[in-house]
Structure formats: structure tokens, C-alpha cells
């Protein structure tokens, strides 16, 4: 199992809708894949169709303070090869109680290390905060890979070179020597303004070797889709957005050198 944050301290970034998607996109394509929500607002989870309120104490927050098991908070949902750990408001208080833990930045390391061995999934994905704070930090200590998704806004390039250096950091520690980038995904692109084509070149610039090539458009639907408690599969399957989600999967798979299964009828 590889551990995979979605991860960008901006908010509005597209990084929930990445993490749905990207993750029913990969189920679709025969990958095991757990989903777990560390952001305490609960959107994967509800955009997922769980509701957050009946998932109080589902979350992982018992786990991280020692008093549940992973495997015990994992739900299976309708769609296959895709399970979730739903998030939960009172998940907000934790970063208070793990920031008085010695080592504190370890403790999702270990819980996910474990979960490696027992080769139940394939991925899993972390679906992190818009910030900072414990649970971000702790969830790129975790990580075997750091995917962020990034707007076509100018404003976007100033939070990438802010999330570059977080990992960094993170890496410079000896928290996690071998953190690393696993690609860098446009999001709310536009290609009728010369602005998402500016943005998409300035990166493609800087960071060629991280930049995806699928990118994700700006769409209602892709923003309709979650207050139905759908992904973009099941509500638009021939949109745009679902294209690319699907084309970005298989392009994520082959940069793990994984074949891309059919997906299934």
C-alpha cells in the first residue's frame, strides 16, 4: 500500500473534489483504494454520501490517540474497491491533544505503516486540512507522496512555492527522509482565458517533471456533484469532469507503473 496525501494549505484549491474523484477514479480502474478524511469540515466524507453526524467517533481521531484500531473505522461504501475513513467535527479537537504528544508527528506514521503490512489496499489516499496545523503535518509525515492540486489562478502560484517548502521541511526534519513529490494536478482550469494557460505554462517551467498532463476544468457539475453525496462518475459520467479525473487516474497509474484495468461495465 502507498500512502498518498492530497495536500495544499490554500483553500479552494479543488483538493476535497481531488481526492473523491482521484480515488473513484482509481477504484473504477481495479485499485484497492482507502480514503481516509482528516479534514474535521467532513466534505470527502459527504460528498462521499456518509453523513458526517452519523459518523461521530467513525473518524480516525480515537485511532491517533491510541484507543481504536484502523481497520475498526474503516466503511465500506456502494462503489467497488473503495473504502473510507469518514472525518467529523469533534476530529478538530485532536490537534490540540496530539500536539501534546511526545513525537507526536510519528503517530499516523506508524498507525498507516502497519496498515502496509496487513496489504488490504493498494493507495491510500489522505484527504488533508486547508492549513498548517497537526493534521497536515502529520499527514505528509505519513506520506509516501504529496499530490497537490493547484488552481489556474496566480494566487495559486504563491501557495505552491509555500506548500514546496512545508515538505520540505518536513522531509529536512528526518520526520519523513523520503517524502516526495508525486505530481502536481491544474485544477478550476479554464481554456478560454489566457490566464490558465499562463498559469499551466509557469509551471510547466519550473516543474515539467511533476506537472500532470491531464488537467482538471472548472465545471458545475464537478460542483454540483458532491451536494448529492456522488462523484463526478456517477453524476455527470460523460462530462468533462469525469474524463478527466478517469484521464488523470490513468496517468497517475502509469507514473506508479501499474497497467490501467478496463473499467468495468
Same mark, same amino acid.
Given at each position: 500500500?502507498?500512502?498518498?496525501?492530497?495536500?495544499? =494549505?490554500?483553500?479552494?484549491?479543488?483538493?476535497?473534489?481531488?481526492?473523491?474523484?482521484?480515488?473513484?477514479?482509481?477504484?473504477?480502474?481495479?485499485?484497492?483504494?482507502?480514503?481516509?478524511?482528516?479534514?474535521? =469540515?467532513?466534505?470527502?466524507?459527504?460528498?462521499?454520501?456518509?453523513?458526517?453526524?452519523?459518523?461521530?467517533?467513525?473518524?480516525?481521531?480515537?485511532?491517533?490517540?491510541?484507543?481504536?484500531?484502523?481497520?475498526?473505522?474503516?466503511?465500506?461504501?456502494?462503489?467497488?474497491?473503495?473504502?473510507?475513513?469518514?472525518?467529523?467535527?469533534?476530529?478538530?479537537?485532536?490537534?490540540?491533544?496530539?500536539?501534546?504528544?511526545?513525537?507526536?508527528?510519528?503517530?499516523?506514521?506508524?498507525?498507516?505503516? =502497519?496498515?502496509?503490512?496487513?496489504?488490504?489496499?493498494?493507495?491510500?489516499?489522505?484527504?488533508?486540512?486547508?492549513?498548517?496545523?497537526?493534521?497536515?503535518?502529520?499527514?505528509?509525515?505519513?506520506?509516501?507522496?504529496?499530490?497537490?492540486?493547484?488552481?489556474?489562478?496566480?494566487?495559486?502560484?504563491?501557495?505552491?512555492?509555500?506548500?514546496?517548502?512545508?515538505?520540505?521541511?518536513?522531509?529536512?526534519?528526518?520526520?519523513?527522509?523520503?517524502?516526495?513529490?508525486?505530481?502536481?494536478?491544474?485544477?478550476?482550469?479554464?481554456?478560454?482565458?489566457?490566464?490558465?494557460?499562463?498559469?499551466? =505554462?509557469?509551471?510547466?517551467?519550473?516543474?515539467?517533471?511533476?506537472?500532470?498532463?491531464?488537467?482538471?476544468?472548472?465545471?458545475?457539475?464537478?460542483?454540483?456533484?458532491?451536494?448529492?453525496?456522488?462523484?463526478?462518475?456517477?453524476?455527470?459520467?460523460?462530462?468533462?469532469?469525469?474524463?478527466?479525473?478517469?484521464?488523470?487516474?490513468?496517468?497517475?497509474?502509469?507514473?506508479?507503473?501499474?497497467?490501467?484495468?478496463?473499467?468495468?461495465?
Amino acid at each position: 500500500m502507498k500512502v498518498i496525501a492530497i495536500a495544499n =494549505q490554500k483553500g479552494g484549491v479543488g483538493k476535497t473534489t481531488t481526492a473523491v474523484n482521484l480515488s473513484s477514479a482509481l477504484a473504477r480502474r481495479g485499485q484497492r483504494i482507502l480514503l481516509v478524511d482528516l479534514d474535521p =469540515q467532513a466534505n470527502a466524507t459527504s460528498g462521499l454520501g456518509v453523513d458526517p453526524e452519523k459518523a461521530e467517533n467513525g473518524s480516525i481521531y480515537s485511532v491517533l490517540l491510541g484507543n481504536s484500531t484502523l481497520e475498526s473505522k474503516i466503511q465500506e461504501t456502494p462503489r467497488p474497491n473503495l473504502s473510507i475513513i469518514p472525518s467529523e467535527m469533534n476530529l478538530a479537537g485532536v490537534e490540540i491533544e496530539l500536539a501534546r504528544m511526545e513525537d507526536h508527528l510519528l503517530i499516523l506514521q506508524g498507525i498507516l505503516r =502497519q496498515a502496509k503490512k496487513r496489504r488490504k489496499f493498494d493507495f491510500c489516499i489522505l484527504d488533508t486540512p486547508p492549513s498548517l496545523g497537526v493534521l497536515m503535518t502529520s499527514a505528509l509525515s505519513a506520506a509516501d507522496e504529496v499530490l497537490v492540486p493547484l488552481q489556474c489562478e496566480w494566487f495559486g502560484l504563491e501557495g505552491l512555492s509555500k506548500i514546496l517548502h512545508v515538505i520540505d521541511q518536513v522531509r529536512d526534519s528526518g520526520v519523513n527522509p523520503r517524502l516526495k513529490i508525486e505530481g502536481i494536478l491544474m485544477t478550476m482550469y479554464d481554456g478560454r482565458t489566457n490566464l490558465s494557460r499562463k498559469v499551466v =505554462q509557469e509551471v510547466k517551467n519550473y516543474f515539467p517533471e511533476w506537472l500532470y498532463r491531464s488537467v482538471i476544468p472548472r465545471t458545475i457539475r464537478l460542483g454540483e456533484a458532491p451536494s448529492h453525496g456522488k462523484t463526478i462518475f456517477e453524476w455527470d459520467p460523460h462530462g468533462t469532469g469525469s474524463e478527466s479525473y478517469d484521464a488523470a487516474a490513468k496517468e497517475f497509474l502509469r507514473r506508479h507503473k501499474v497497467r490501467p484495468a478496463p473499467v468495468a461495465a
